[in-house]
């Protein structure tokens, strides 16, 4: 099942702040924003449900991204997990195989993020000195200009 929540889509830096708490997501955002010009990008678009293992479980991917172009979406879920012990998001990935075996959706995990970061440093800082940065909010828009 495929709940479609409330639109909130990132156009601009102040949606960013208004509509994304967590800092990652923040910079992943704004990256974003930078990398697909052609691409409508949301923030938690929709909730997808499957039933395993007679219980019903639930996810919200952090992003859909539509590419104008093409057609083409696909649903990215972000993560600071280290993949040490299996994989943080297993549960999430099988939900989503589940209710929308169609869907293209991956997940960006630490290292990705860490790739990204040292591809972009100067767009994307999301690890600094090992603690996450400050959220981004309407008193430093100025600064991401």
């Known amino acids: 099942m495929i709940e479609i929540r409330p639109r909130r889509e ?11 708490p967590h800092p990652i ?16 990008i949301t923030y938690e678009p929709a909730e ?6 007679g ?10 991204i539509d590419y104008l172009n093409t057609g083409r979406s696909v ?14 998001k297993a549960r999430q990935k099988k939900v989503m195989r589940q209710a929308a075996p169609d869907i ?13 970061q040292n591809k972009y440093p100067k767009e994307v800082n999301i ?10 909010d309407s008193r430093t828009y100025e600064e991401y200009k």
């Open 10 to 20: 990132i156009t601009s830096i102040q949606d960013i702040a208004e509509y994304i």
């Open 127 to 136: 690890f600094c000195s090992g603690r996450i940065i400050e959220r981004i």
């Open 75 to 88: 649903y990215v879920e972000i993560t600071a997990a280290k993949r040490t012990e299996g994989d943080p």
């Open 48 to 53: 997808f449900s499957a039933d395993i293992e």
């Open 55 to 64: 219980k019903t479980r639930s996810t919200i991917p952090d992003f859909q």
């Open 25 to 40: 997501e923040q910079q992943i955002a704004r990256h974003f924003l930078n990398k697909f010009s052609n691409a409508r």
């Open 104 to 116: 293209k959706y991956i997940v960006l995990y630490r290292d990705c993020l860490e790739r990204i």
